[in-house]
């Protein structure tokens, strides 16, 4: 059972180029979120989508897009990617988005944007 | 709003002493609580969770935490600690009621365990 995948591992990028982090699950979970994580700063949600055809923002949406065209797949889209965004990012999975649901994290993207 | 607090961004430990890390939170509304772990370089795991019911709750690795609603804490600790314990320790809320599905960490607490 591999759970949640993200793609790439790590990656260096110029600021302003275009980019795309993947997640897959496959526990057939309805809910996902995307979160970056910043020293000192813990965890904070950027998007959600609660079920497949749906999306939402979170706390830190700018310079983020995301889809939900099925129940797997989660892509993560930096439009034009600036220093800032340099984080590493997690993907996330629940079975649902209730309350006691709890979220299951994959590895993480480790992204520097120069 | 609710908001998480984790007193103590690093706490170091020696093997086999006790393992106490604090955590606070605010909510309007009774709100359930979680510990996660993270090791370096891999994603969060989870180690226990409040929802409702007694208020003593037993994780993974010998974790276990109580939620006490007078103090609004949901702390964590461990009898004796072990050098496969140090990680980042994140403690997050989920407020019950309403349409509220999102989790609000805390800043992490670091803890190592010198032998």
């Known amino acids: 059972i591999a759970g949640i995948t993200q793609a790439p591992t790590s990656q260096i990028l110029a600021a302003g180029r275009r980019m795309t982090l993947r997640c897959t699950q496959d526990?057939?979970?309805?809910?996902m979120y995307w979160y970056r994580q910043d020293l000192g700063l813990g965890l904070r949600l950027i998007h959600y989508?609660?079920?497949?055809?749906?999306?939402g923002k979170g706390e830190v949406p700018d310079g983020y897009s995301v889809s939900r065209a099925n129940t797997d797949d989660f892509p993560l889209t930096l439009a034009s990617a600036v220093p800032s965004q340099t984080s590493v990012y997690f993907c996330?999975?629940?079975?649902?988005?209730?309350?006691?649901?709890?979220?299951?994290f994959g590895p993480g993207t480790r992204l520097t944007v120069l | 709003a609710q908001s998480v607090t984790q007193l103590g961004s690093h706490v170091s430990v020696s093997e086999g002493a006790l393992v106490l890390l604090r955590c606070n939170y605010s909510?309007?509304?009774?709100?359930?609580l979680f510990w996660y772990v993270q090791y370096p370089n891999q994603g969060l795991q989870l180690l226990l969770k409040?929802?409702?019911?007694?208020?003593l709750v037993k994780g993974i690795n010998g974790f276990e935490a109580e939620f006490k609603k007078s103090e609004t804490s949901f702390h964590l600790t461990k009898p004796s600690a072990h050098m496969s314990d140090a990680a980042e320790y994140f403690c997050?809320?989920?407020?019950?009621?309403?349409?509220?599905?999102?989790?609000?960490f805390g800043k992490g607490t670091l803890l190592t365990v010198n032998p």
């Open positions: 909510s309007s509304v009774p709100p359930y």
């Open positions: 989508s609660n079920t497949a055809g749906t999306t």
């Open positions: 526990m057939r979970h309805n809910a």
């Open positions: 996330a999975s629940s079975r649902d988005s209730g309350r006691t649901d709890t979220q299951y």
């Open positions: 409040y929802t409702t019911g007694a208020t």
């Open positions: 997050a809320v989920k407020e019950s009621g309403g349409s509220n599905y999102k989790l609000t």
